[in-house]
């Protein structure tokens, strides 16, 4: 087990700098995700760790040790990319007995490792066999074992799962976290896939064009994101603009559309907030009655609208509801409960959601 600490970490292509001031400590047996949208730095972070390119400045520290300054083959850090880069010509017990050959291990002992680290990714049926006879997610499996059969201290993974279908993405990075646990490393997990990050970290570094923009656990990030950008990039949002903000005891006031007035509780700095988000499961939907103007009820808001669709995705329910004068749909997640679903597209609704939950920025 080991601690990473990266201190002021930057790389410049030109004058521009795609990594910047980056700081973040790994703890000791922590997998931590560094999750954003493509091209805001993630790989070339996760290659300066490596060895692979020299940073412009700042330091990388793998349990005191300063591992700019040490070659990248004496790093010892375990790496698993994209494609899975197997030798073809070698099979299965031999692509994960290469590394182990390479160090002089004995015989007997390589043997002895290379089975228990295909036992531990449930391949041992597989050792006589070649790459070119296994699926994907077999092959990954193999670059896993192949990682870490050398028992290193820290692993990089670079979107291992983003070649697999969603099933089996699910399926491995949910052994990614087992194998983890039992093999007790320090990871560093690359993926601009949200719900991966979620599943497989202890806690998420959430990127943007360089920098670090919110790290925490899934829940923090989820719950409690930091900006509009964090709010959008991960989890589903209802996510606007507002205008006309006027503050009350402990309480925002603001204008969501035309005539729509909403309130959230104050959080931060006190400065007025210039968005709302609120999560789709935080909302309920209901057909709106003749009378019915959408008066929310206490310690809730309440805003009419039109159905313009209804998602069954068997578990859950995604509808949209138009808002007169809002760019963009609100979105509703109802649990299914079994019940026929009250509702039709076409008709007018009342969503309504607790002030507790309206988050503003
Ligand atoms: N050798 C290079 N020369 C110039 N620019 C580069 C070089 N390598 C990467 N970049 C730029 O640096 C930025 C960050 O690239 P990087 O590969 O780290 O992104 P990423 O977050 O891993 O994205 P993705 O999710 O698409 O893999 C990009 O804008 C990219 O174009
Ligand atoms: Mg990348």
Redesign the pocket.
């Known amino acids: 087990m080991s601690q990473l600490i990266i201190e002021n970490l930057v790389k410049n ?2 004058q521009k700098p ?2 910047n001031q980056l700081n973040i400590t790994v703890e000791s047996g922590e997998m931590l995700s560094l999750l ?10 996760l290659r300066m760790i490596a060895g692979m390119h020299d940073p412009t400045s700042g330091s990388i520290r793998l349990d005191g040790k300063e591992l700019t300054r040490i070659a990248p083959h004496k790093r010892n850090i375990g790496l698993v990319f994209q494609n899975y880069a197997l030798f073809p010509h070698l099979n299965v017990f031999e692509n994960v007995a290469f590394g182990l050959k390479r160090h002089g291990v004995p015989k007997s002992e390589i043997r002895e490792r290379v089975e228990a680290a295909l036992h531990s990714v449930r391949l041992n049926e597989f050792a006589e066999r070649f790459p070119a006879q296994m699926s994907g997610g077999q092959q990954q499996r193999v670059a896993l074992a192949r990682t870490l059969v050398l028992k290193p201290p820290l692993v990089l993974f ?2 291992p799962l983003s070649n697999l279908d969603a099933k089996l993405r699910q399926a491995l990075g949910i052994e990614i976290r087992v194998l983890q646990r039992k093999f007790g490393f320090t990871g560093i997990f ?1 993926t ?1 896939d949200q719900e991966e990050a979620m599943v497989i970290s202890d806690r998420i570094a959430v ?1 943007n064009g ?1 920098n670090i923009v919110q790290i925490g656990t899934p829940q923090q990030i989820y719950m409690h994101p930091v900006d509009p950008f964090v709010a959008d990039f991960v989890g589903e949002s209802n996510l606007y603009p507002i205008t006309n903000v006027t503050a009350s005891e402990g309480f925002w006031r603001f204008e969501l559309s035309k005539g729509n007035i909403i309130s959230a509780e104050k959080t931060g700095n006190g400065s007025a907030p210039t968005y709302v988000m609120v999560r789709p499961e935080a909302v309920s939907v209901r057909r709106k009655g003749v009378d019915d103007q959408p008066v929310p009820e206490a310690g809730f808001n309440a805003v009419a609208g039109e159905v313009t669709f209804i998602n069954y995705s068997g578990s859950s329910y995604l509808i949209g509801v138009a808002i007169e004068s809002l760019d963009e749909q609100f979105i509703v997640r109802l649990q299914n409960t079994r019940k026929e679903l009250d509702l039709r597209v076409g008709e007018e609704a009342v969503v309504q959601w607790p002030v507790h939950d309206t988050l503003t920025f």
């Open positions: 292509y030109g795609v990594v954003g949208p493509s091209g805001c730095g993630k790989t070339t972070t670079d979107e690359v601009h990127m360089g």
